[in-house]
């Protein structure tokens, strides 16, 4: 076996003393990565909230604006109107008169 020279140790030494700082630099960038995933899912999750609140401040406001409405306002107004009476009123005297599908 030959002797190593010393420049080659010298070499060899100073790449294994980068071996540390890659492994650190390689922590670092994994470690920022994670950061930016956690901080966009945190924007992601506050902008949630922020969409439900409004939502929920909507719909407070709606039932304050309706709550005292008349709730039968339908059964007073609407179903006492009697539309198309004169369209009823034929569609009687058709089918007084024998008008039968099947037979057109």
């Known amino acids: 076996m030959q002797a190593i020279s010393h420049q080659r140790k010298v070499v060899y030494v100073l790449l294994l003393g980068l071996v540390p700082l890659l492994l650190v630099g390689l922590h670092l960038y994994s470690q920022n990565t994670q950061q930016e995933t956690l901080a966009l899912e945190l924007d ?16 407070k406001a ?18 006492t109107i ?23």
Not at 45 to 58: C, D, V
Not at 69 to 76: A, G, Q
């Open 62 to 79: 709606v039932k304050a604006q309706f709550r005292n409405n008349d709730h039968f306002y339908i059964d007073k107004e609407i179903e």
């Open 82 to 104: 009697t539309p198309l009476s004169e369209e009823t009123e034929r569609l009687k005297l058709i089918l007084q008169q024998g008008y039968h599908h099947e037979e057109d």
């Open 44 to 59: 992601y999750a506050t902008a949630q909230a922020n969409n439900k609140a409004a939502k929920e401040r909507l719909n």
